[in-house]
Nanobody, 125 residues
Framework: QVQLVESGGGLVQAGGSLRVSCAAS????????MGWFRQAPGKEREFVAT???????YYAESVKGRFTISRDNAKNTLYLQMNSLKPEDTAVYYC???????????????????WGQGTQVTVSS
């Protein structure tokens, strides 16, 4: 059983930057594809970015060029560096992990096996 704990959320002005982290425990971190999703009030959870166990990265079009996903397998930690933040980036950001043998679309929340509790990111205009 993998436990995921996000941190680093907060309030930032539009145009600013923020880095959120996800600490993993209870499993072999390097065996998992790791992703970030977000959910705004009244909206469905949406894909933000994924980094596969081999290091390949994938981004939603809405964040491409502004966000960077990375992982440190030695520290069992996933990161999301968010730059040029916009008010529409306001949401609860969730960390997710899935076994790296899964072949379903990485953008689909149901393909992920474990989830964190989320961290709030608020971007003011």
């Amino acid at each position: 059983q993998v436990q995921l704990v996000e941190s680093g959320g907060g309030l930032v002005q539009a145009g600013g930057s923020l880095r959120v982290s996800c600490a993993a425990s209870g499993g072999t971190f390097s065996n998992y594809d790791m992703g970030w999703f977000r959910q705004a009030p009244g909206k469905e959870r949406e894909f933000v970015a994924t980094i596969k166990s081999g290091g390949s990265t994938y981004y939603a079009e809405s964040v491409k060029g502004r966000f960077t996903i990375s992982r440190d397998n030695a520290k069992n930690t996933l990161y999301l560096q968010m730059n040029s933040l916009k008010p529409e980036d306001t949401a609860v950001y969730y960390c997710a992990a899935r076994w790296n043998f899964r072949v379903q679309l990485i953008t689909t929340p149901t393909t992920y096996d474990y989830w964190g509790q989320g961290t709030q990111v608020t971007v003011s205009s």
